[in-house]
């Protein structure tokens, strides 16, 4: 097997694995969102990203489904969404 293939099936299996956690490291955060370190650190000392201390303060740990929702809670509105929501202000502003 060539170098490459073996790196691609480690990566397969890590991500795997990944994804069937229940809590995530903030490296495994970085790796599963795709966001740099820094910046995760920056929005966690903001109070922006829901996170957890270990007891004694020094690692963190993130609920899967908390990332997943938060990363959720800015959704974009289609075109077709948005034509929607436009006709429907629309007629309501005839009516008036």
Known sequence: MQKESVIQVMTDVRNL???QKEL???SEVCSYTG???????KLCSAKTIPHYKSPGG??????????IAWLKKNPVKTQEEMKRQADIIS????RN
Request: charged share 30%.
């Open 17 to 19: 694995l990944l994804h």
């Open 24 to 26: 995530f490291t903030i």
């Open 35 to 41: 966001y740099e370190k820094s910046y995760l650190y």
């Open 58 to 67: 020094k690692t963190l740990f993130f609920d899967k489904a908390e990332i």
């Open 91 to 94: 007629k309501s502003t005839k």
